[in-house]
T-cell receptor
Framework: GQNIDQPTEMTATEGAIVQINCTYQTSGFNGLFWYQQHAGEAPTFLSYNVLDGLEEKGRFSSFLSRSKGYSYLLLKELQMKDSASYLC??????????WGAGTKLIIKP | ETGVTQTPRHLVMGMTNKKSLKCEQHLGHNAMYWYKQSAKKPLELMFVYNFKEQTENNSVPSRFSPECPNSSHLFLHLHTLQPEDSALYLCASSPGTGDTETQYFGPGTRLLVL
């Protein structure tokens, strides 16, 4: 079966750095996505990785290792508004998105 | 502003009711999706439409009936639902269905079935 694993919940302090991990087992791989979803709102696109390595976009970076079936989302200089759920999704060989259950990130002052 | 709107935002219905969810995208995309999001569970893909043609139906019960009259509008018709169908129903769109296509989501309809 296909599976995406990510921690259910994480807590971090304002101004700090947090890393949210995602591991996957899918039938084929055609890219990995990270989305942010604030409570009661739509998921919004953060990043896309298809090749190994680190993609940096402002305070957010996403890393991919295809051989390990592993990705992480790194958030720097955390702000209270970063409190949200972070969804990892992998596009499989049929170009269908397989989603993780999301990681709820709680930022404390 | 994501460019994808959904109505209603909240809906309470009885098991014998018939209702419809509406989604509209203003992004000029060709593909549209319905997802179900239950608490602490992964997003479940329900239906995919590409150029108004249904390309995916992930074993969804017949009490959910999609309709896509054009590339900008998508409906989900609901009838004889069960309490376990209570969830957030998300609509999304993308330029196409290729490997690099990013999906843009609407705010969802929070559905409660009594």
């Amino acid at each position: 079966g296909q599976n995406i694993d990510q921690p259910t919940e994480m807590t971090a302090t304002e101004g700090a750095i947090v890393q949210i991990n995602c591991t996957y087992q899918t039938s084929g791989f055609n890219g990995l996505f990270w989305y942010q979803q604030h409570a009661g709102e739509a998921p919004t696109f953060l990043s896309y990785n298809v090749l190994d390595g680190l993609e940096e976009k402002g305070r957010f970076s996403s890393f991919l290792s295809r051989s390990k079936g592993y990705s992480y989302l790194l958030l720097k200089e955390l702000q209270m508004k970063d409190s949200a759920s972070y969804l990892c999704a992998v596009r499989d060989s049929n170009y269908q998105l397989i989603w993780g259950a999301g990681t709820k990130l709680i930022i404390k002052p | 502003e994501t460019g994808v709107t959904q109505t209603p935002r909240h809906l309470v219905m009885g098991m014998t009711n018939k209702k419809s969810l509406k989604c509209e995208q203003h992004l000029g995309h060709n593909a549209m999706y319905w997802y179900k999001q239950s608490a602490k569970k992964p997003l479940e893909l329900m239906f995919v439409y590409n150029f108004k043609e249904q390309t995916e139906n992930n074993s969804v019960p017949s009490r959910f009936s999609p309709e896509c009259p054009n590339s900008s509008h998508l409906f989900l018709h609901l009838h004889t639902l069960q309490p376990e169908d209570s969830a957030l129903y998300l609509c999304a769109s993308s330029p196409g269905t290729g490997d690099t296509e990013t999906q843009y989501f609407g705010p969802g309809t929070r559905l409660l079935v009594l």
